[in-house]
């Protein structure tokens, strides 16, 4: 396979919505436009409501991607169980290339795990179920004699989740032990998320061992935090080399370094958002880039009050597939 480019991108759009949408949409459609991506993955897409009562819609993305190249592309996003989108944070595919089959997986293959809060008050009798934040979104693309499986993960924040009598406001704790707890639990959650996509990885590689596979989103790590460590199954931490064709690898090891981050937090470059790769897929990568040239810094934008754009750079990867595949 060789020949044309296949673009894929990744892009956390900071709770897309209805407020102040024109002024967001001239700030985050140039990069949009830029990117020219064949598969797009998005996260923090809002739903809203065309009148009270009826179901929510798409309806700010399809602002925002209006007179784009995008306007035409197939697209899917995790749903409620009503089957419209959620208010908040709905994961998006949009896709020229078409989607022969997609599914949203929470918990599916990871069951709740129970846990027994030490510092809640009141104290608990029993164990109760951790459950996962948002699930994820899986979508099976049509490329040329073969399929690609696109996997859209938004992993929690490293935000301590809520403790029962520990929270005295929204960012403020009555004890440091509640807030260490509510720490921990986020830190299950996220590894959680990235356990079930590793699970759904494993299934799809024992189908094919050379499925390409990728995975995108803002996973709220590194990728030397636990996290990534899971879904990447490197061979340092597997010890097994028969295993090698199952690891997963970040694209963005290909950008130099002084331009590997997605994310300024405080002045500190981050990277947070990735696109990890399958080992056939890996063969065919021959471009990554960051587009974090006019990224604005979170803590210093949020004091300013100054919100336009999202706090996150996209990431784009370009592989060269077959010239069967028409791209424009």
Same mark, same amino acid.
């Given at each position: 396979?060789?020949?044309q480019?296949?673009r /894929?991108?990744?892009?956390?759009l900071?709770?897309l919505?209805?407020?102040?949408l024109?002024a ?7 990069p949009?436009?830029?990117l020219r991506?064949d598969?797009?993955c ?5 739903g809203?409501?065309?009148a009270? %009562?009826?179901?929510r819609?798409?309806?700010a993305?399809?602002?925002l991607?209006?007179?784009?190249? @995008?306007?035409? @592309? ?5 749903l409620? /169980?009503?089957?419209?989108? !959620?208010d ?6 949009l896709?020229?290339l ?7 997986i929470?918990?599916?293959f990871?069951?709740?795990?129970? @846990?027994?809060?030490a510092?809640?008050?009141? =104290? ?5 179920? /951790?459950?996962w934040e948002?699930?994820? &979104?899986h ?11 696109v996997i859209n993960?938004? &992993? =929690?924040?490293?935000?301590a989740? $809520?403790?029962a009598g520990q929270?005295l406001g $929204?960012?403020s704790?009555?004890t440091? %032990? %509640?807030w260490?707890e509510g720490f921990?639990?986020? !830190?299950? #959650?996220?590894?959680g998320?990235a356990l079930?996509a590793?699970?759904?990885i494993?299934?799809?590689l ?9 995975v ?8 030397y935090?636990?996290?990534l ?9 597997v010890?097994n080399? !028969?295993?090698l064709?199952?690891?997963l690898?970040p694209v963005?090891n290909? /950008?130099p370094?002084a331009? =590997? ?7 500190r ?7 990890l790769?399958?080992? #056939?897929? =890996?063969? @065919?990568?021959?471009y990554a880039e960051?587009?974090?040239?006019d990224?604005p810094?979170e803590?210093d934008?949020?004091?300013q009050?100054?919100?336009?754009g999202?706090?996150? !750079?996209p990431? &784009?990867a370009?592989?060269?597939l077959?010239s ?5």
């Amino acid at each position: 396979m060789s020949g044309q480019a296949l673009r /894929i991108a990744t892009f956390n759009l900071e709770s897309l919505g209805d407020e102040e949408l024109t002024a967001r949409i001239a700030v985050l459609r140039p990069p949009l436009v830029r990117l020219r991506a064949d598969i797009l993955c998005l996260q923090e897409v809002n739903g809203q409501r065309a009148a009270r %009562g009826r179901e929510r819609r798409l309806a700010a993305l399809s602002a925002l991607i209006s007179e784009t190249r @995008y306007a035409g @592309y197939q697209i899917i996003s995790t749903l409620t /169980i009503e089957g419209h989108p !959620a208010d908040r944070h709905n994961l998006v595919i949009l896709s020229r290339l078409p989607i022969v089959g997609h599914a949203q997986i929470k918990h599916d293959f990871v069951e709740r795990p129970l @846990y027994r809060a030490a510092t809640a008050s009141p =104290r608990s009798d029993h164990p109760e179920p /951790i459950e996962w934040e948002r699930p994820l &979104l899986h979508a099976k693309i049509a490329v040329e004699a073969t399929s690609l499986h696109v996997i859209n993960l938004h &992993l =929690r924040a490293p935000l301590a989740a $809520p403790v029962a009598g520990q929270k005295l406001g $929204p960012f403020s704790w009555r004890t440091a %032990g %509640g807030w260490a707890e509510g720490f921990f639990l986020a !830190a299950v #959650k996220r590894a959680g998320q990235a356990l079930e996509a590793r699970v759904l990885i494993e299934r799809l590689l024992d189908a094919d061992p050379n499925a390409l596979v990728v995975v995108a989103g803002d996973l709220n790590a590194d990728i030397y935090e636990v996290p990534l460590r899971i879904l990447r199954a490197e061979h340092g931490d597997v010890g097994n080399a !028969a295993l090698l064709p199952r690891v997963l690898s970040p694209v963005e090891n290909v /950008i130099p370094e002084a331009r =590997r981050f997605t994310v300024l937090h405080h002045g500190r470059r981050l990277m947070l958002d990735h696109l990890l790769v399958s080992a #056939k897929l =890996r063969t @065919y990568l021959t471009y990554a880039e960051s587009l974090n040239e006019d990224l604005p810094d979170e803590v210093d934008t949020v004091a300013q009050g100054a919100v336009r754009g999202s706090f996150h !750079a996209p990431l &784009l990867a370009e592989f060269a597939l077959s010239s069967s595949i028409s791209l424009p």
